[in-house]
């Protein structure tokens, strides 16, 4: 009797090898083809999310009044603070330069892309950091608009085609 258990154990091992093995390959190809499906799916959300954030930062920033109008002041070499002989208080251009602190934790965080960075704000950027008044304005509150900073480094060191023309911020 106990012989026969011997065959039989050694029959059912040898069956779980043959079928077992084969059953375990097929099942790490699976997994693994799985797993490219839905690299790719995230990879696809992310694309989309980035695309919606950008959406979104545009129409904060763009979409407010006293933002559009330190873009024009600054566009058009014109003084932008109240006390300069501009239209705007101090609190307006906190926000606007505030506005791309949000961009650059929206940047940093992953939700936004270099491309999308640099298409859509690095050109305001740049007309900001080249503004006398502005540079004045950060130089005299140097712990504040570290995102804005953050940005110019980002946009001088982006690969993106969008940013080629603003590499050569100073």
């Not at 043959?18 to 959300?45: C, K, M, N, R, T």
């Not at 989309?48 to 109008?69: C, H, K, P, R, V």
């Not at 003084?79 to 606007?96: E, Q, T």
């Not at 570290?146 to 110019?152: E, H, S, Y």
């Amino acid at each position: 009797m106990q012989k026969g258990l011997e065959k039989w154990a050694v029959i059912a091992a040898a069956l779980v090898t043959i079928v077992g093995f084969p059953l375990l390959l097929v099942s790490l190809w699976f997994a693994y083809h799985l797993d490219v499906v839905i690299s790719q799916q995230l990879g696809e959300i992310k694309r989309i999310a980035q695309s919606e954030n950008s959406i979104a930062l545009n129409t904060m920033l763009f979409n407010d009044y006293s933002n559009a109008g330190i873009i024009r002041s600054i566009q058009n070499d014109k003084p932008v603070l109240i006390g300069n002989g501009g239209s705007y208080s101090s609190v307006d251009l906190d926000k606007y330069l505030g506005a791309f602190n949000t961009v650059a934790l929206v940047y940093r965080d992953g939700f936004l892309s270099d491309d999308h960075l640099c298409a859509s704000f690095a050109f305001y950027v740049k007309e900001a950091h080249q503004n006398s008044e502005v540079k004045k304005y950060m130089t005299e509150y140097p712990d504040y608009f570290g995102g804005f900073r953050d940005l110019l480094t980002v946009i001088k060191n982006s690969n993106s085609s969008f940013c080629r023309s603003y590499r050569e911020l100073p």
